[in-house]
């Protein structure tokens, strides 16, 4: 249930990441395997949060990451880098295999299955290492720490 509808915040959207990212830890760190769509969009919305994040920090509006970003990783990643988030400039493979399916140029294919459509992903290790050395590189830059809390206090 919704009470009150505020704007959205690089606080609450880095916090909101940092839930997507501590399911995908349970998942991992578990003796279960995960099917690699479940496990890929846990990982790919986590990530589009962390990079949203950052980019509403360095004052962006939530209206023109909407309309400019979407739900591109590949977008999302590019307008980071040029402003001034410390991650590769280039985007890496394991970013591209999440962005084709869950962008919409790919009928968010981890959202939406297809009949006889296969998902290859990086493994679920370099996914959950790969997506926490962004959020903490965002988490760094914004001044939030894992837990979402201030570490300048």
Not at 14 to 38: H, M, Q, V
Not at 45 to 69: D, I, N, P, T
Not at 84 to 94: S, T
Not at 131 to 152: E, K, P
Request: hydrophobic share 35%; net charge negative; proline share 3%.
């Amino acid at each position: 249930m919704i009470t009150a509808k505020h704007d959205a915040t690089y606080v609450s959207i880095y916090r909101g990441c940092l839930n997507y990212f501590k399911a995908l830890e349970i998942i991992y760190i578990s003796d279960e395997t995960c099917p690699p769509d479940s496990f890929g969009f846990l990982a790919s919305h986590s990530l589009e949060l962390a990079l949203k994040a950052y980019l509403l920090s360095q004052g962006m509006s939530e209206e023109k990451v909407r309309r400019k970003v979407g739900h591109s990783l590949k977008n999302a990643w590019g307008r980071c880098v040029d402003n001034g988030l410390e991650i590769e400039a280039e985007l890496p493979k394991w970013c591209k295999d999440l962005d084709a399916a869950h962008d919409w140029t790919h009928d968010y294919l981890m959202r939406y299955a297809r009949e006889n459509t296969g998902l290859v992903l990086p493994s679920q290790q370099v996914l959950y290492e790969s997506v926490g050395r962004v959020i903490d590189s965002v988490g760094v830059q914004i001044g939030l720490d894992r837990n979402g809390n201030s570490i300048h206090d």
